[in-house]
Nanobody, 114 residues
């Protein structure tokens, strides 16, 4: 089974940028979609961005600031996050879906604070 590992989180000031990576242990295209989710202790896990089937979709709160992309040569899906806000603070997880399975990474912490 292909596993997913996130990286790239950290502490950044408001207005700053981070790029998260979701690296697959095998082909990233074994999944029909890969999404980035985030979760805080106060909120349920929410879908932030998803890529698959030639389409990309974003939750309204990140449109125009975040970009999801995939690099087939590196078997990695990225989440470029610009103009970060304190409310973007969360643990970010990537999730890969096939017809029969859903695979989660371990998560990476993003903290936006001055």
């Amino acid at each position: 089974q292909v596993q997913l590992v996130e990286s790239g989180g950290g502490l950044v000031q408001p207005g700053g940028s981070l790029r998260l990576s979701c690296a697959a242990s095998g082909s990233i295209f074994s999944f029909y979609s890969v999404g980035w989710y985030r979760q805080t202790p106060q909120k349920q896990r929410e879908l932030v961005a998803i890529i698959g089937g030639g389409r990309r979709n974003y939750t309204d709160s990140v449109k125009g600031r975040f970009t999801i992309s995939a690099d087939s040569a590196k078997n990695t899906v990225y989440l470029q996050m610009n103009s970060l806000k304190p409310e973007d603070t969360a643990v970010y997880y990537c999730n890969g879906r096939t017809v029969a399975s859903s695979t989660w990474g371990q998560g990476t912490q993003v903290t936006v604070s001055s």
